[in-house]
């Protein structure tokens, strides 16, 4: 995850340097049951409202929390399918609290109302993400249900009344691009804390509706509106956070639109995004499915690790005779194509690797997803410059996609 907002912070009042990733546990997505109420068209997990069977239990859940403090983790984010649907979530989320772990829920938000909300606040929960296509009848097409989207904004309400952290969590494709400038309206009229704008990736249905992905342009005008709003809240001293993930080229672009603003911090800025060090699939991000399968990060579904009702977690993610593993946790990783020979590598660490698999084969070629040109990656044969200005057009008309 690159969070947008701290880094230009940073860039506004730059504070004490922060260390390189740590060597400790990684924040874990545990997606507790694939059982969902909707049917959504980019699910990684092609989740349905069915029972999965061999879905672990509560005591095997506790138990693999035990392993995860042992291994260092020091936040879980409890997922699905939706995790709603799970009757013992909300012990499970408190027996999480109580071992000290920073617990946040992901969840599609149409079966919070308003008792559901409480439990939500009495069992901990530090944050809530609520994952929206668009606005109305957008979302409710891409969510597969009718009134989806009313009851998701219903539930995203109930949070607010009682006080929990809530934000919103939004995939970009071609068909609900220009939702975009939407959705980040209604986080402020809603007082969402924070605005989560997830690249798709080609996983699960995200891998059978790959030529949805919004084109390389519009793509980047996204992320410079982001950047610019969020640099206005920063400015204003608003308390809302801009995240964005599954495309690590996002933190060059902003060092790039720094250099254009503020050249005198740039270099600063570029420290501290080698610090942070791009992509951290493998290495700061790991997932664990409904069936304890381990994967590097939650779109590597197609590839177990090793399943935590057989090894403890620890022993599964420090195992580098994995090829998979071994590649990802080397420092710097080797990559092919132009990653390999971009000179910001040292930032982005190859961007998403399971994008590369998916296309070629090779989870350490070049991330197809990259939308910085080559004369900007330092590349020789430079292909002509693309400039993007921020997608302020009309509401409800898509911005001009193209390749």
Request: net charge neutral; charged share 25%; aromatic share 8%.
């Amino acid at each position: 995850m690159f969070r947008l907002t701290h880094f230009l912070r940073d860039l506004h009042r730059p504070g004490p340097m922060r260390p390189a990733r740590p060597a400790a546990g990684p924040v874990v997505i545990w997606n507790l049951i694939r059982r969902c109420n909707l049917l959504c068209r980019h699910c990684y997990s092609v989740s349905g409202d069915v029972h999965f069977p061999g879905e672990l239990s509560t005591a095997e859940v506790k138990a693999v929390m035990a392993d995860l403090k042992a291994a260092g983790v020091p936040a879980i984010i409890l997922s699905g399918g939706e995790p709603l649907m799970r009757p013992d979530l909300f012990e499970i989320a408190r027996h999480g609290k109580d071992m000290g772990f920073a617990m946040s829920l992901s969840s599609n938000g149409a079966l919070i109302d308003a008792a559901t909300a409480g439990r939500i606040a009495a069992a901990g929960f530090d944050y809530v993400g609520v994952s929206l296509d668009g606005i109305g009848a957008v979302h409710d097409r891409f969510r597969g249900q009718e009134g989806a989207y009313a009851a998701s904004l219903a539930g995203i309400r109930h949070l607010s009344d009682c006080g929990v952290r809530v934000g919103l969590r939004y995939t970009m494709t071609a068909d609900n691009a220009a939702s975009f400038p939407d959705l980040l309206d209604l986080m402020k009229a809603e007082a969402c804390t924070k605005f989560y704008l997830s690249h798709l990736v080609y996983a699960g249905r995200g891998n059978k509706n790959r030529a949805e992905d919004a084109a390389h342009r519009a793509t980047r005008a996204a992320v410079t509106t982001l950047i610019e709003t969020a640099w206005a809240d920063v400015l204003a001293g608003a308390d809302r956070e801009y995240v964005t993930g599954n495309n690590d080229a996002d933190g060059v672009l902003l060092l790039m639109w720094a250099r254009e603003r503020m050249p005198e911090r740039a270099a600063d800025l570029e420290a501290r995004l080698a610090a942070w060090g791009g992509n951290a699939s493998g290495v700061g991000v790991a997932n664990i499915d409904n069936l304890g399968q381990v994967h590097p990060d939650t779109f590597w579904w197609d590839y177990s690790l090793g399943n935590v009702k057989d090894r403890p977690f620890g022993a599964i993610w420090a195992d580098t005779a994995d090829p998979l593993m071994r590649g990802l946790k080397q420092r710097p990783r080797r990559i092919s194509g132009r990653c390999g020979q971009c000179r910001h590598f040292h930032l982005c660490g190859g961007n998403t690797r399971v994008r590369a698999w998916r296309l070629t084969g090779d989870p350490f070629a070049e991330d197809p997803a990259c939308y910085l040109d080559d004369r900007e990656i330092g590349l020789d044969a430079a292909r002509d410059r693309v400039t993007v200005t921020p997608y302020r057009g009309q509401r409800h008309e898509a911005p001009s996609l193209i390749a």
